[in-house]
């Protein structure tokens, strides 16, 4: 696995450049991303380049040996760009244009920015693409972050309305499937089509989802010109993406089709401080992150491409979440070797130095503004050598497999019936209770094939199939979520009710759902749930009830949400089915198997002693209790 950092040659005095080359080096780095942000120094006017500095700074780190990730600057179009085209920015949900003055202003669907996306990918891949030091390219930055997938513009307006057309044809058909007869809605042709935003009351649910879907088709077209220009001018170099934690407004499946390593941005504490994690959950593992934050992310992301990496390490306190403590020392080192444990291709810190102006004068980077070294600079030093000396591992086969789909979230997300039932949480749950057991685990697309997989968990696939399904044909303990196969073509209830055509695995049918406050609950065979509850139909004699689980043979179906102790039940009794070893692993620990290694981590506030799983083997990095940042990697 090799390390990089994250370089802004634009924010410093040239006269730094090759100091920070060198120690970049010296502290065992091997790659550096530049210029994601760089555009208004790339070409401060129309049509004006200033190559000289990007040239000077790129042979500068050449000089050294670094391998160097060069970025399109599509995340920051400069104000000229704007003030030529001020149509070309986002609109927001309220119909409010979105501002110059920050970053991601643009609308995916303007063509006129489209146009320039490609012209700036060209110029720059024009200049740099054969450059011996560039090895790779990241293509924008973060697609969606700072709520920038949807737009709900003019030029989103005209891009729907030619999306619809072609996926109806005609709007005869588009009324039927929408059910547009309720409430009146119906069209008499495409060009009468809003976003829909701005309706009275909720906007049709079929509308709303053809519109995520619409906005997600527009990220993956925005990056496959991006891509395309890139393979064309830079022959032989990786194509990379940095996508977000905890995000699922595109779908990044298909985006993955057009990369060849999934770029990820690892956050942990802001990520923990963020999400739904309750307060104690918070407080616990403040300095630390809960225990499956980034290990989701590292095997969610394995699944998008054929590599994937960790383009952004956070190296200390961020300044984006409503609190931002610091990780305790050690937990840098720790959170590397961890994604080394996931098989990552490349940790790369954000950022080489703090900066000391404009919006992130509040986060960390390897070096402080003054450029003495900050906490993680010593761990990068040492989680440098212990990395080459564990050498190469090779992919070990999970037994797991998760089906993640980016689709469920949207459509579990528009109706969701209860404030409470999330997707993605639903998704972390079954991820958590499986790494509880000492597994590793796939989190693959739907359309994966499963063939190879001991066990397979489906947190929810509410789109019932069409034609052949890997989900339907999978043949091993399969454990069906809530909602599965609830929903028909476009967005409608299923045919003969849920779970659809997942009744060819379990004839049952769900009669009745229902959405729990806080605090209230309902016990399904002796089984508790909280926040969701399914009243289900056995259709015959071979389905047995099991607390909140439906069960046909190996395929079993979950009634409710599940608490903790559900998952971990039926997870080990799946794994027990399919012959798969588990691990009694204590709380706060995780443990992952990669080349001939075992990798454990514990991130629990109190020591675990985890000699019971370390056996006789041989220790190579650490020893068999854990505090709260150790790492230990045996052989095994
Ligand atoms: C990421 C982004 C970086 C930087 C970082 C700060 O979301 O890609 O440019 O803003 O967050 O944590």
């Known amino acids: 696995?090799?390390?990089?950092?994250?370089?802004?040659?634009?924010?410093?005095?040239?006269?730094?450049?090759?100091?920070?080359?060198?120690?970049?080096?010296?502290?065992?780095?091997?790659?550096?991303?530049?210029?994601?942000?760089?555009?208004?120094?790339?070409?401060?006017?129309?049509?004006?380049f200033d190559w000289d500095w990007l040239d000077r700074a790129v042979e500068v780190l050449a000089a050294e040996g670094l391998k160097i990730i060069m970025c399109t600057p599509t995340a920051t179009p400069p104000k000229w760009l704007v003030d030529r085209m001020p149509d070309m920015v986002a609109v927001d949900r309220h119909g409010r244009p979105r501002k110059f003055g920050s970053r991601r202003h643009y609308c995916f669907s303007h063509k006129g920015y489209r146009a320039e996306s490609q012209r700036i990918t060209r110029a720059v891949a024009g200049r740099y693409g054969k450059h011996p030091a560039v090895v790779a390219w990241q293509t924008d930055n973060e697609y969606g972050c700072h709520d920038t997938v949807l737009s709900y513009s003019d030029a989103a307006a005209d891009g729907f309305r030619a999306w619809l057309a072609g996926r109806y044809e005609d709007v005869d058909a588009l009324n039927r499937a929408w059910g547009n007869v309720f409430w009146s809605m119906e069209y008499r042709s495409f060009g009468e089509i809003d976003p829909p935003n701005l309706t009275v009351t909720e906007a049709n649910p079929a509308h709303?989802?053809?519109?995520?879907?619409?906005?997600?088709?527009?990220?993956?077209?925005?990056?496959?010109?991006?891509?395309?220009?890139?393979?064309?001018?830079?022959?032989?170099?990786?194509?990379?993406?940095?996508?977000?934690?905890f995000f699922t407004e595109f779908d990044h499946h298909e985006v993955g089709r057009a990369l060849d390593v999934a770029g990820w941005d690892s956050y942990p504490l802001g990520f923990l401080e963020q999400f739904w994690f309750d307060e104690d959950t918070k407080s616990r593992f403040a300095q630390t992150g809960e225990p499956d934050i980034a290990a989701f992310h590292h095997d969610l992301y394995r699944g998008c491409a054929p590599k994937w990496a960790v383009l952004e390490q956070q190296p200390g306190p961020v300044n984006w979440a409503r609190y931002n403590p610091a990780p305790l020392p050690g937990m840098v080192r720790k959170w590397t070797l961890e994604a080394w444990a996931h098989g990552a291709d490349l940790v790369s810190y954000f950022?080489?130095?703090?900066?000391?102006?404009?919006?992130?004068?509040?986060?960390?980077?390897?070096?402080?503004?003054?450029?003495?070294?900050?906490?993680?600079?010593?761990e990068v030093q040492q989680v440098a050598a212990e990395l080459d000396a564990?050498?190469?591992?090779?992919?070990?086969?999970?037994?797991?497999?998760?089906?993640?789909?980016?689709?469920?979230?949207?459509?579990?997300?528009?109706?969701?019936?209860?404030?409470?039932?999330?997707?993605?949480?639903?998704?972390?749950?079954?991820?958590?209770?499986?790494?509880?057991?000492?597994?590793?685990?796939?989190?693959?697309?739907?359309?994966?094939?499963?063939?190879?997989?001991?066990?397979?968990?489906?947190?929810?696939?509410?789109?019932?199939?069409?034609?052949?399904?890997?989900?339907?044909?999978?043949?091993?303990?399969?454990?069906?979520?809530?909602?599965?196969?609830?929903?028909?073509?476009?967005?409608?209830?299923?045919?003969?009710?849920?779970?659809?055509?997942?009744?060819?695995?379990?004839?049952?049918?769900?009669?009745?759902?229902?959405?729990?406050?806080?605090?209230?609950?309902?016990?399904?065979?002796?089984?508790?749930?909280?926040?969701?509850?399914?009243?289900?139909?056995?259709?015959?004699?071979?389905?047995?009830?099991?607390?909140?689980?439906?069960?046909?043979?190996?395929?079993?179906?979950?009634?409710?949400?599940?608490?903790?102790?559900?998952?971990?039940?039926?997870?080990?009794?799946?794994?027990?089915?399919?012959?798969?070893?588990?691990?009694?692993?204590?709380?706060?620990?995780?443990?992952?198997?990669?080349?001939?290694?075992v990798f454990a981590s514990n991130v629990a506030p109190e020591e675990r002693d985890v000699s019971a799983l370390v056996g006789d083997a041989e220790l190579v990095i650490g020893g068999a209790v854990l505090g709260p940042v150790d790492v230990a990697v045996w052989r095994g």
């Open 208 to 245: 709303v989802l053809d519109y995520r879907h619409f906005g997600s088709d527009q990220v993956a077209a925005f990056d496959r010109e991006q891509t395309d220009i890139l393979r064309a001018l830079s022959p032989g170099r990786e194509i990379m993406h940095n996508f977000m934690g």
């Open 390 to 597: 564990l050498g190469e591992a090779e992919a070990v086969e999970a037994p797991a497999a998760l089906v993640f789909s980016y689709q469920a979230a949207w459509m579990l997300d528009i109706q969701r019936q209860g404030t409470s039932f999330s997707y993605l949480e639903l998704a972390y749950a079954m991820y958590g209770a499986l790494r509880r057991l000492g597994l590793n685990v796939d989190i693959v697309s739907e359309h994966a094939p499963l063939d190879g997989y001991r066990m397979v968990a489906v947190p929810s696939l509410p789109r019932d199939p069409v034609g052949e399904h890997p989900v339907l044909a999978f043949d091993g303990p399969l454990l069906l979520g809530p909602r599965t196969g609830s929903k028909g073509p476009v967005f409608s209830v299923a045919d003969g009710l849920p779970p659809g055509r997942f009744r060819e695995r379990i004839p049952i049918r769900v009669n009745k759902v229902e959405s729990l406050r806080p605090g209230t609950t309902r016990t399904l065979d002796g089984d508790v749930v909280v926040r969701w509850a399914e009243d289900v139909e056995a259709l015959d004699e071979r389905v047995l009830q099991e607390g909140a689980v439906w069960r046909a043979g190996a395929v079993r179906y979950l009634a409710g949400w599940p608490t903790d102790a559900i998952l971990d039940r039926v997870f080990a009794a799946m794994a027990a089915e399919a012959g798969v070893e588990t691990l009694a692993v204590p709380e706060g620990v995780r443990v992952r198997r990669h080349g001939g290694y």
């Open 1 to 48: 696995m090799n390390l990089g950092v994250c370089y802004y040659p634009e924010h410093w005095p040239e006269a730094m450049w090759a100091n920070d080359a060198r120690r970049m080096r010296e502290l065992g780095l091997s790659h550096v991303r530049i210029a994601e942000f760089a555009w208004s120094r790339i070409e401060p006017e129309e049509g004006r």
């Open 351 to 378: 950022r080489w130095r703090q900066a000391p102006f404009a919006q992130e004068q509040m986060h960390a980077g390897l070096r402080r503004p003054d450029d003495s070294e900050a906490d993680a600079y010593a």
